[in-house]
T-cell receptor, first 109, second 116 residues
Framework: GQNIDQPTEMTATEGAIVQINCTYQTSGFNGLFWYQQHAGEAPTFLSYNVLDGLEEKGRFSSFLSRSKGYSYLLLKELQMKDSASYLCAALDSNYQLIWGAGTKLIIKP | GAVVSQHPSWVICKSGTSVKIECRSLDFQATTMFWYRQFPKQSLMLMATSNEGSKATYEQGVEKDKFLINHASLTLSTLTVTSAHPEDSSFYIC????????????FGPGTRLTVT
């Protein structure tokens, strides 16, 4: 079956760095997404990786290893507004998104 | 970037009534749209895939007769929750896929449904 695993909750300190891991098992693979979702709002796109390696975009970076079925989202210089849920989603061979359950990130002052 | 709108953004209805939620792609055409439901503190759950000009594809466990989907045009999909019950109270979100890489999903702002 298809499956996405990510931690349920993480806590970090303002100004610090946090890494949110995601492992996936899908029927075929056409890329991996990270979305941010604040409570009561729709998800917003953060990143897309389809090739191995690190993609950096400001304070956020995303890494992919296709051979390991593994990705991580790295958030630097954490701000209080980064408190949100972070959703990992893989695109399978049918271009259907398989969603993880999300990681709730709590930022403490 | 592509914009998807939803209407209404929130709705309160009485048990037994029906509620229609609209999802529109504002500046692009979408032959496919996705409907999700999200309960508090849980992740997105795909309910169905809406296809313009054909029947929607429902995920396992989602009642087709209760959640009616109509993809009327290349820019509009509607979800009607029929005979709503309090357990249908949830956050309903639609999305439309972008064309070509990165195949990003463009999400609507969501509709908060409360059934009393």
């Amino acid at each position: 079956g298809q499956n996405i695993d990510q931690p349920t909750e993480m806590t970090a300190t303002e100004g610090a760095i946090v890494q949110i891991n995601c492992t996936y098992q899908t029927s075929g693979f056409n890329g991996l997404f990270w979305y941010q979702q604040h409570a009561g709002e729709a998800p917003t796109f953060l990143s897309y990786n389809v090739l191995d390696g690190l993609e950096e975009k400001g304070r956020f970076s995303s890494f992919l290893s296709r051979s390991k079925g593994y990705s991580y989202l790295l958030l630097k210089e954490l701000q209080m507004k980064d408190s949100a849920s972070y959703l990992c989603a893989a695109l399978d061979s049918n271009y259907q998104l398989i969603w993880g359950a999300g990681t709730k990130l709590i930022i403490k002052p | 970037g592509a914009v998807v709108s939803q209407h209404p953004s929130w709705v309160i209805c009485k048990s037994g009534t029906s509620v229609k939620i609209e999802c529109r792609s504002l500046d692009f055409q979408a032959t496919t749209m996705f409907w999700y439901r999200q309960f508090p503190k849980q992740s997105l759950m795909l309910m169905a895939t809406s296809n313009e000009g054909s029947k929607a594809t429902y995920e396992q466990g989602v009642e087709k007769d209760k959640f009616l989907i109509n993809h009327a045009s290349l820019t509009l999909s509607t979800l009607t929750v029929t005979s709503a019950h309090p357990e249908d109270s949830s956050f309903y979100i639609c999305s439309a896929p972008g064309q070509g890489e990165p195949y990003e999903q463009y999400f609507g702002p969501g509709t908060r449904l409360t059934v009393t």
